[in-house]
Every structure is written in structure tokens, then in C-alpha cells.
């Protein structure tokens, strides 16, 4: 079955840059799909960062895309994210997901992995 | 872009039918059928409980449904379980460059 795996440091330093990676099992990267990234402040709701296809090609929330990077290595059938500038804000749990072409519906989910931006 | 518009919590008895709205505009619930419901229990990475408005992925029970009117999607919980006490979030696409808008999210209690 399809699986997800977050990885990364869970502390990181203000100004500083995020960088996480999705392994993903069971199930070939290379496929008709998105793979995203998605956070969740403590105690707050889901935010969108954005989605990435196979071939490279990706879509940012606007509000982010002069901080964000999402990247693809379909040897490794991984998926990574980097976070720049960071500030207390980026302090969330960060999930990435698989998303479907057609309608973007996040379908399987990583368990999450909590990142604490604090010097 | 501003997030879907949800109300923050709603409540019903077991074996009770709620439903939680998700209102957005012309550009995304109310142009496209690409709207997804998500539960989430303390703790837990979301699940995806209905895409494109109103299909159950497999596994999910009957009990769950979505529908939409316009700029307004609708989850409806039928026949409420202890079980079903979660935060649920709504999504869609949007055609504008941020192509995914989540909701607030909606705390659902089972009284």
C-alpha cells in the first residue's frame, strides 16, 4: 500500500533554512501524480504549501513561493522541501501528501513531523 | 488568497445527521467540482474522506456525504458516532495561483 515518510531536523534556527524529505513507499513517484507538502501550526488549522509532479513542475501558495522549494529525485522516489527565512510562524507539524492530477484531493498523507523554529 | 470559510465548531447527538458548510467564491468551490473533506483526530495526520464534492474514497462509510450549491460545498455526517468527534477541513481547487484552498476547519462534538 502507499505509504509516506517525513524526515528532517525538528529544530531549526530563525532566519535559517528548512529542509525535509517524503520517502515513499509502495508506490512509484513517477506515476500520474502530485506529491505536496502541507503544515499545521500547533493548535491551528491545514495550510497549503504546495505540489510537485514527477517532471518537475510545481505550484506554490503565493504567500510562500519567495521562501519555498519543493524538489523531486525519482531514483531515490523522494520528494523534498525547503523553508528559507525562517521565522516562530514556520513552527508547525509539515505533512506532504500524494495528490491526485484531477481535482488535487490529498488521498494518502505522511504521519507528519513537527519542526520548531527557536535559537 | 483567503482560506475557505467554515464554521468553527458544530455539535449533534448519536445517531444524529449534522453538516458543516465550506463557502468560497466563483473561483473555486463555485467553478470547479474539485472540493475534498478531510477528518482529522488529535494527534493524526488528516484523511480524506469525500473528493470531487460528493465521491467516497474506498473504505469510507456511507455515512459520510458531500454535496454543493453554488459557492457553498456541504459535508453531511448521517447516523453520528462517538467515533466521528474530530476537526474536519474542506478544500478545492482554486483557479487562481494558489490552486489549493483549505478551510479553517470545523470541530465536530458529539454531544
Known amino acids: 500500500q502507499v505509504q509516506l515518510q517525513e524526515s528532517g531536523p525538528g529544530l531549526v534556527k530563525p532566519s535559517e533554512t528548512l529542509s525535509l524529505t517524503c520517502t515513499v513507499s509502495?508506490?512509484?513517484?513517477?506515476?500520474?501524480?502530485?506529491w505536496g507538502w502541507i503544515r499545521q501550526p500547533p493548535g491551528k488549522g491545514l495550510e497549503w504549501i504546495g505540489i510537485i509532479y514527477h517532471s518537475g513542475i510545481t505550484y506554490y501558495k503565493s504567500s510562500l513561493e519567495s521562501r519555498v522549494t519543493i524538489s523531486v529525485d525519482t531514483s531515490k522516489n523522494q520528494f523534498s522541501l525547503k523553508v528559507n527565512s525562517l521565522t516562530d510562524a514556520d513552527t508547525a507539524v509539515y505533512y506532504c501528501?500524494?495528490?491526485?492530477?484531477?481535482?488535487?484531493?490529498?488521498?494518502?498523507w505522511g504521519r507528519g513531523t513537527l519542526v520548531t523554529v527557536s535559537s | 488568497q483567503s482560506a475557505l470559510t467554515q464554521p468553527a465548531s458544530v455539535s449533534g447527538s448519536p445517531g444524529q445527521s449534522i453538516s458543516i458548510s465550506c463557502t468560497g467564491t466563483s473561483s473555486d468551490i463555485g467553478g470547479y467540482n474539485y472540493v475534498s473533506w478531510y477528518q482529522q483526530h488529535p494527534g493524526k495526520a488528516p484523511k480524506l474522506m469525500i473528493y470531487d464534492v460528493s465521491i467516497r474514497p474506498s473504505g469510507i462509510s456511507s455515512r459520510f456525504s458531500g454535496s454543493k450549491s453554488g459557492n457553498t460545498a456541504s459535508l453531511t455526517i448521517s447516523g453520528l458516532q462517538a467515533e466521528d468527534e474530530a476537526d474536519y477541513y474542506c478544500s478545492s481547487y482554486t483557479i487562481i495561483n494558489t490552486r489549493v484552498l483549505f478551510g479553517g476547519g470545523t470541530k465536530l462534538t458529539v454531544l
Open positions: 509502495g508506490f512509484s513517484i513517477s506515476s500520474h501524480y502530485y
Open positions: 501528501a500524494r495528490v491526485t492530477v484531477a481535482g488535487l484531493g490529498h488521498d494518502y
